[in-house]
């Protein structure tokens, strides 16, 4: 049974920062590219970041871009999204998604986590 656990989210202020961690079991994780999205009331899911399966592409939304990092780290099946200086608009619930193509479109990525809320005060 394949499962990706998300952690890491909580109540944090502006300016301040969140690591969130993906879990990943019953795959071979080293074989998958992971994307993060986030997800907030009302909105389509909106990609954050991806990471290939060899952690030689990254990619990034233009809204987070040099604030978040991801980085994964196989080893230990795990993926994490660094997010530095938040901001109100970072607030939704975060999902980690795995995927044998490294896609932009949600639809390629066969698993997902059950996501974590990530919420940021102003």
């Known amino acids: 049974q394949v499962q990706l656990v998300e952690s890491g989210g909580g109540l944090v202020q502006a300016g301040g920062s969140l690591r969130l961690s993906c879990a990943a079991s019953?795959?071979?994780?080293?074989?998958?590219?992971i994307r993060w999205f986030r997800q907030t009331p009302g909105k389509e899911r909106a990609f954050v970041a991806a990471?290939?399966?060899?952690?030689?592409?990254?990619s990034y939304a233009d809204s987070v871009k040099g604030r978040f990092t991801i980085s994964r780290d196989n080893a230990k099946n795990t993926v994490y999204l660094q997010m530095n200086r938040l901001k109100p608009e970072d607030t939704g619930v975060y999902y980690c998604?795995?995927?044998?193509?490294?896609?932009?479109?949600?639809?390629?990525?066969?698993?997902w986590g059950q996501g974590t809320q990530v919420t940021v005060s102003s």
């Open positions: 998604a795995a995927g044998l193509v490294y896609s932009a479109l949600s639809a390629r990525y066969e698993y």
């Open positions: 019953g795959l071979a994780f080293s074989r998958y590219h």
């Open positions: 990471i290939s399966w060899s952690s030689d592409r990254t």
